[in-house]
């Protein structure tokens, strides 16, 4: 399963777009590019999935660079409530996880 | 709508006690998963089930035995704890295997071993 990169955390203020990056070198031509977020004591959520054209949906929007090896996750007004661990994955026959990027959102 | 469930939520073990984690889902997927979430960590994949009657390895399978009971049902067992199998425990159904389904998660077994 070809591995990903996320910044370990971030910071944003409340109310204010958030853009969250993974890169995904080794990407194959049939991997979707799937995120995920943790809440707090919860189980993981799923967000959005893509795999070559940008994904819009009531959650999230999903930018996938034109040679796929990089993806953004944008959150277009960040609320408290999206203070979470978020996981990029490039879903194989299973996922796996890596550690995710923990937003922290400043009221 | 229930999605996936887990019983029990919370649960202290002795060492060397033997314990079934249940987890079933009504959403008629037809794959299985079972993690595991160390502090700090990301998830680590324990099982899974690609299809009903099939079962495979995960990352992290020692310690650890599964059943595919049916379509609904998959259980995890511990035959004999360890301190290190201590986690909280997540089960997650998809639709299928394919690369294109998302998965629902449960809201997890926190499983300490004293």
């Known amino acids: 399963d070809a591995k990903t990169t996320q910044p370990n955390s971030m910071e944003s203020n409340e109310e204010e777009p958030v853009h969250l990056p993974c890169n995904h070198s080794t990407i194959s031509g049939t991997d979707y590019i799937h995120w995920y977020r943790q809440l707090p004591s919860q189980g993981p959520e799923y967000v959005i999935h893509?795999?070559?054209s940008n994904v819009n949906n009531r959650m999230a929007s999903l930018a996938i660079a034109e040679d796929r090896k990089s993806s953004t996750l944008i959150l277009h007004r960040a609320t408290l409530r999206d203070a979470a661990v978020y996981y990029c994955?490039?879903?194989?026959?299973?996922?796996?996880f890596g550690k995710g990027t923990r937003l922290h959102i400043l009221p | 709508n229930a999605g996936v469930t887990q019983t029990p939520k919370f649960q202290v073990l002795k060492t060397g006690q033997s314990m079934t984690l249940q987890c079933a889902q009504d959403?008629?997927?037809?794959?299985m998963y079972w993690y595991r979430q160390d502090p700090g960590m990301g998830l680590r994949l324990i099982y899974y089930?690609?299809?009903?009657?099939?079962?495979d390895k995960g990352e992290v399978p020692n310690g650890y035995n599964v059943s595919r009971l049916n379509k609904r049902e998959f259980s995890l067992r511990l035959e004999s704890a360890a301190p290190s199998q201590t986690s909280v425990y997540f089960c997650?159904?998809?639709?299928?295997?394919?690369?294109?389904?998302?998965?629902?998660f449960g809201s997890g077994t926190r499983l300490t071993v004293v």
């Open positions: 994955i490039l879903r194989g026959d299973k996922i796996i």
């Open positions: 089930s690609a299809s009903e009657g099939t079962t």
């Open positions: 959403m008629n997927h037809n794959s």
């Open positions: 997650a159904s998809s639709e299928a295997p394919d690369r294109v389904c998302g998965y629902t």
């Open positions: 893509g795999l070559t």
